[in-house]
């Protein structure tokens, strides 16, 4: 069936550095995927999406690309801040005649310290 | 600027208890979710309402049961409580059934144990 796999985490970074959270996903068709993040004591929040092959998705210095060849949607931020820290989520939609639904990663904690 | 709203945000049940999970969004969107999370699973479907009047299995419904009340309301029962549904649960909706372009919007969660 369907399914997303993360990396496994805890990752803790220091400030500043370079962040990858590695993405790869099963699936038939071609979905659409997403990364959404948890920030301690709130629910999950869109942070970005990619609807096809070689759509880059960016937000807030976050940037994923959708890779179809590798069935990837590797996560990356150039300079990560304190305020990063979170549970990073990768998801892909499926869509069926019901409606559709989002099937999720396992999540990656992300701890920046300074 | 409400959003979803979940209610209780924690609960501690015995086993066997009954209970209900209420959530409501005010953004009159047509598809509603409820998840479950726990630690090395991500979130799992449990069940959904493409719409209203209408309610689906997801992943991991047994167990539980579901009612969409009208377009802003569905609510998520626990017959039974059992230790294995010790978890986080979430509501979520989107404006639509989901697509490529629709996003799902979360509550902020209800925590649940069951002893």
């Known amino acids: 069936g369907d399914s997303v796999t993360q990396m496994e985490g805890p990752v803790t970074l220091s400030e500043e550095a370079f962040l990858t959270i590695n993405c790869t996903y099963t699936a038939t068709g071609y979905p659409s995927l997403f990364w959404y993040v948890q920030y301690p004591g709130e629910g999950l929040q869109l942070l970005l999406k990619?609807?096809?092959?070689?759509d880059k998705g960016s937000n807030k210095g976050f940037e994923a690309t959708y890779r179809k060849e590798t069935t990837s949607f590797h996560l990356e931020k150039g300079s990560v801040q304190v305020s990063d820290s979170a549970v990073y989520f990768c998801a892909l939609s499926k869509i069926y005649n019901q409606g559709g639904k989002l099937i999720f990663g396992q999540g990656t904690e992300l701890s920046v310290k300074p | 600027n409400a959003g979803v709203t979940q209610t209780p945000k924690f609960q501690v049940l015995k086993t066997g208890q009954s209970m209900t999970l209420q959530c409501a969004q005010d953004m009159n969107h047509n598809s509603m979710y409820w998840y479950r999370q726990d630690p090395g699973m991500g979130l799992r479907l449990i069940y959904y309402s493409a719409s209203e009047g209408t309610t689906d299995k997801g992943e991991v419904p047994n167990g539980y049961n579901v009612s969409r009340l009208n377009k802003r309301e569905f609510s998520l029962r626990l017959e039974s409580a059992a230790p294995s549904q010790t978890s986080v649960y979430f509501c979520?909706?989107?404006?639509?059934?989901?697509?490529?372009?629709?996003?799902?919007?979360f509550g902020s969660g209800t925590q649940l144990s069951v002893l």
């Open positions: 990619a609807t096809k092959a070689d």
């Open positions: 979520a909706s989107s404006e639509a059934r989901l697509g490529p372009n629709e996003k799902l919007f």
